[in-house]
């Protein structure tokens, strides 16, 4: 069983563009984005997981993408620090909910850090990205705070701004992404650490296949994800895709509405 958390896309809409999906010109449908947050939300639950909630707020659009607000490892939050200031009041709102539910070490980042968006835990290290939004003094940090190993990826391609959209950590030593989305060192850093990983192809990461929730059995992804969906299959994961269309506006997908709590 795994334990998140997420936040109802009560407020959702693209008032503002800080990625290269945003279009504030293009209407959004906010009923709509509800209805598939709730499939997902629905869905975990099937899957025998449990899923917390924080209370969306009006202004901050953007707090659905849950993964940005922190990194939970072993009962300790540390909690965001936005790039952007659109998004920084969300911090407030995690700082607040974390502080209420019983964690050991709560506290904000000191440098910019957007949560999960680029911190995933992978069995007993850190995979950390850096280049858009994270800053990379912010992987010292938090490897002093949690005490893991975090191995620092940097980003290249704008529209993989955050390391969640461009690689998933599918069990403790499995993980899929797209190399093309990091630079020459970091490739050759992940083919070192994962010599089986699955690959994306560019299709596949532009379909946001790679922003992905893995149970260690289920993986759920876009369901455009086509080539990804028949690879997780031959590899004895059980893929089910989803439809987050909307939530695709604002540049996010499974993984941005999802944080995984680990006490
Ligand atoms: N509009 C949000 C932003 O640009 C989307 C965040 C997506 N979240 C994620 N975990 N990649 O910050």
């Given at each position: 069983m795994r334990h998140y958390l997420m936040v109802r896309p009560?407020?959702?809409?693209?008032?503002?563009?800080?990625?290269?999906?945003?279009?504030?010109?293009?209407?959004?449908?906010?009923?709509?984005?509800?209805?598939?947050?709730?499939?997902?939300?629905?869905?975990?639950?099937?899957?025998?997981?449990?899923?917390?909630?924080?209370?969306?707020?009006?202004?901050?659009?953007?707090?659905?993408?849950?993964?940005?607000?922190?990194?939970v490892v072993n009962g300790r939050a540390l909690v965001a620090r936005f790039h952007h200031r659109f998004r920084r009041q969300e911090s407030a709102a995690y700082l607040n909910w974390f502080t209420g539910h019983d964690y050991r070490e709560v506290r904000q980042a000191r440098w910019h850090n957007e949560g999960e968006g680029d911190f995933l835990v992978a069995g007993s290290r850190i995979l950390a990205g850096s280049g858009f939004r994270t800053d990379s003094r912010a992987h010292q940090e938090t490897a002093e705070f949690f005490g893991v190993p975090v191995v620092g990826l940097t980003l290249t391609d704008p529209?993989?701004?955050?390391?969640?959209?461009?690689?998933?950590?599918?069990?403790?030593?499995?993980?899929?992404?797209?190399?093309?989305?990091?630079?020459?060192?970091?490739r050759r850093r992940l083919e070192q650490l994962y010599p089986d990983a699955v690959i994306a192809s560019?299709?596949?990461?532009?379909?946001?296949?790679?922003?992905?929730?893995?149970?260690?059995?289920?993986?759920?992804?876009?369901?455009?994800?086509?080539?990804?969906?028949?690879?997780?299959?031959?590899?004895?994961?059980?893929?089910?895709?989803?439809?987050?269309?909307?939530?695709?506006?604002?540049?996010?997908?499974?993984?941005?509405?999802?944080?995984?709590?680990?006490?």
């Open positions: 009560a407020y959702f809409d693209v008032e503002y563009s800080i990625n290269p999906w945003m279009d504030p010109g293009k209407p959004t449908d906010t009923e709509l984005a509800i209805a598939q947050w709730e499939w997902l939300r629905d869905l975990y639950i099937e899957l025998g997981h449990r899923v917390e909630l924080l209370d969306p707020e009006p202004g901050l659009p953007d707090m659905v993408y849950a993964a940005n607000g922190a990194t529209r993989y701004y955050h390391l969640d959209t461009a690689l998933t950590v599918l069990d403790e030593d499995t993980i899929m992404y797209f190399p093309e989305a990091f630079t020459e060192e970091s560019a299709a596949d990461a532009a379909a946001f296949g790679l922003n992905a929730v893995s149970d260690g059995r289920h993986v759920v992804l876009p369901q455009a994800a086509t080539g990804l969906i028949t690879r997780l299959r031959e590899r004895g994961f059980e893929p089910i895709g989803a439809d987050l269309s909307e939530l695709l506006k604002g540049g996010g997908s499974v993984k941005c509405c999802t944080l995984e709590l680990r006490s």
